[in-house]
């Protein structure tokens, strides 16, 4: 298995509600990402989680909050989200610090309303 | 402030013909560079990559080079095939975790 799988590909989501955004991998990866993607930009790290720990944090609000359950999964908890959130949120994961195998998954398509 | 440039954000080649797309850097300590396709809707899919302790890196029809001393780099696509046509991110890293991403080429190839 050589593939990030997220699910949902696509969510539309109210200013109130609360969604969580998951990412799988069985590849052995022991550093995992979240990347936003705003149209017609390059992805920006959100979320570095390395050996199921939280490394590093790129300034994100506090209504995006990540979880990793085990090395396998990682999650996005979302909660009060703005207009401005909706983005292709892409998760990744790599063997380690060389950058290696560093893989994508398809993305989960976020729109706020 | 962008470490990672990418200068052409398109590029129209004919099919067959060599398609080259170009990345500086700004970053001496990045030490691992990669090149990403992107169609629309998708995540980035990984395409080749280089060791900056190598100048050149081939698999199948791409071809990265890399110039430390210029802080250049470069992907060939020989020949090229409509099917390549997407958007090519190139993305640097250093012994951290992030990658840096250039704003894409986008790439049309016609028949």
């Known amino acids: 298995d050589t593939e990030v799988t997220q699910t949902p590909k696509h969510l539309v989501m109210g200013m109130t509600n609360k969604k969580s955004l998951k990412c799988e991998q069985h590849?052995?990866?022991?550093?995992m990402y979240w990347y936003k993607q705003k149209a017609k930009k390059p992805p920006e790290l959100m979320f570095v989680?390395?050996?199921?720990?939280?490394?590093i944090n790129e300034s994100v609000p506090s209504r995006f909050s990540p979880e990793c359950p085990n090395s396998s999964l990682l999650n996005l908890h979302l909660h009060a989200l703005q207009p401005e959130d909706s983005a292709l949120y892409l998760c990744a994961s790599s063997q380690g610090l060389a950058g290696d195998g560093y893989t994508f998954g398809s993305g989960t398509r976020l729109t706020v309303v | 402030d962008q470490q990672v440039k990418q200068n052409s954000p398109s590029l129209s080649v004919q099919e067959g013909r060599i398609s080259i797309l170009n990345c500086d850097y700004t970053n001496s300590m990045f030490d691992y560079f990669l090149w990403y396709k992107k169609y629309p809707a998708e995540g980035p899919t990984f395409l080749i990559s280089i060791s900056s302790i190598k100048d050149k890196n081939e698999d199948g029809r791409f071809t990265v080079f890399l110039n430390k001393s210029a802080k250049h780099l470069s992907l060939h696509i020989v020949p090229s095939q409509p099917g390549d046509s997407a958007v090519y991110f190139c993305a640097a890293k250093n012994s951290g975790y992030a990658l840096n991403f250039g704003k894409g080429t986008s790439l049309l190839v016609t028949p």
């Open positions: 590849m052995g990866h022991r550093a």
């Open positions: 989680y390395s050996y199921e720990k939280l490394s």
